[in-house]
């Protein structure tokens, strides 16, 4: 991926009771030369993601422990609130950022619970995270001419915020969902699509476009959350059906044809592969039952 760098400071408005975007940044840079420990107050609102995985570690004073951060997961602060980062030596990093004031006209006072100065968000499908690029690309370009075009953008983001949900875990807030968790709800959905297609092709830009994310963010999360790739996944499906499928009295090639394969071969290489019996073996086993 090529490397940028994307930010801007709008001119300091007036004191509108509205929440006013200050700054945005989005960046993807070579990595830190050296470990790096930082401490940040600011006294505006932030919201701020990495979207790369990494060692970095947070903290939130009087807390001890580190935590470590996960990709495209957003930590929203108060104004004032005191937090740590620690920075190991990566590769690459990137990050996204918005600051702003106001945010208790929108009413994010009320996501907290008593004593709380921050609060966890998934952004799984990137929903928050592609806003705040958008915003500093266009702070970028416009200078503050894109003012009105950022508080727009701004608004959609906190619109995500009030919609979610809490969870049951401290800090952690979700979009809603069957669950309340955006990551089942991601992951759901593509098991379904996936099912529904077993027999057709099927690939990952297909996949992203149906569920209005990119194809890296697509990818990334869900063999973030399953520990397999969509594709891994989409032939475990088809071998599973294929597996219930052998009691119908089906020959290999309808059941191929039913599952996606181009052959009765190709499925019995594949399920022997997985299952360490070949399917017409499977089928003599049934048969004797």
């Not at 500093?136 to 949900?165: H, K, N, P, T």
């Not at 952690?172 to 669950?179: D, I, M, R, T, V």
């Not at 690939?203 to 209005?212: D, K, N, P, Q, V």
């Not at 994310?213 to 399953?226: P, W």
Request: glycine letters at 6%; one cysteine or more; charged letters at 30%.
């Amino acid at each position: 991926m090529k490397f940028f760098y994307y930010n801007h400071i709008w001119a300091e408005t007036k004191s509108w009771q509205m929440p006013v975007i200050r700054r945005a940044r989005a960046r993807y840079q070579p990595g830190l030369a050296r470990p790096r420990e930082r401490r940040i107050e600011l006294p505006f609102w932030l919201i701020d993601a990495t979207t790369l995985p990494g060692e970095v570690l947070m903290r939130v004073p009087p807390e001890n422990d580190w935590h470590p951060r996960r990709p495209l997961e957003l930590y929203l602060y108060k104004p004032y609130t005191c937090f740590e980062e620690r920075h190991a030596v990566e590769e690459e990093r990137a990050n996204v950022f918005i600051m702003f004031s106001g945010g208790e006209y929108a009413g994010l006072d009320e996501l907290f619970q008593p004593g709380e100065r921050y609060l966890r968000l998934y952004d799984a499908d990137r929903r928050v995270c592609d806003r705040i690029t958008r915003a500093a690309q266009r702070g970028m370009l416009d200078g503050d001419a894109s003012f009105w075009d950022a508080q727009l953008l701004l608004y959609e983001i906190l619109s995500c915020w009030r919609g979610a949900v809490r969870t049951g875990e401290p800090h952690q807030l979700a979009y809603p969902g069957k669950n309340g968790s955006s990551e089942e709800d991601l992951v759901r959905r593509v098991d379904r699509l996936l099912f529904a297609h077993l027999a057709e092709p099927c690939s990952r830009t297909w996949l992203a476009a149906e569920l209005g994310i990119s194809v890296s963010t697509l990818s990334h999360c869900y063999r973030e959350l399953t520990g397999r790739t969509i594709m891994q996944r989409r032939m475990e499906l088809r071998l599973d059906q294929a597996a219930s499928l052998l009691e119908s009295g089906l020959t290999l090639d309808q059941i191929a044809s039913l599952t996606g394969f181009s052959s009765g071969f190709h499925l019995s290489r594949a399920y022997k592969q997985r299952f360490g019996i070949a399917p017409r073996h499977e089928k003599a086993e049934n048969r004797a039952d």
